[in-house]
């Protein structure tokens, strides 16, 4: 079993950064992927990044290539997204999420949720 827990979401202006972390329990927080999904208002979840078990491969939605940077640091159990250029249409519920094997954007792959943080995004 895997807990993850986000934080970091606020209201930030359009064009501005925000960095949300995700910490995960256990030891064995190395032996999987991480990923960033985001769910807005009326949408369905969807892919945003995801970073291998050692963080030497990395994909991303085509939304958000270029802007956001997804990253680990296996020592703390945490999996960061450094978002720049925010845009209001980023909006959204953030939810990390891991499993135990490859990259995939597909969300329903994914086996282990966190309950998500709200980034809000004026313009």
């Known amino acids: 079993q895997v807990q993850l827990v986000e934080s970091g979401g606020r209201l930030v202006q359009a064009g501005g950064p925000l960095r949300l972390p995700c910490v995960g329990s256990g030891r064995t927080f190395s032996h999987y992927a991480m990923g960033w999904f985001r769910q807005a208002p009326g949408k369905e979840r969807e892919f945003v990044a995801a970073i291998s078990r050692s963080g030497s491969s990395t994909t991303y939605a085509d939304s958000v290539k270029g802007r956001f940077t997804i990253s680990r640091d296996n020592a703390k159990n945490t999996v960061y997204l450094q978002m720049n250029s925010l845009k209001p249409e980023d909006t959204a519920v953030y939810y990390c999420?891991?499993?135990?094997?490859?990259?995939?954007?597909?969300?329903?792959?994914?086996?282990?949720w966190g309950k998500g943080t709200l980034v809000t995004v004026s313009s």
């Open positions: 999420a891991s499993r135990a094997s490859s990259l995939t954007p597909h969300t329903r792959d994914w086996d282990y």
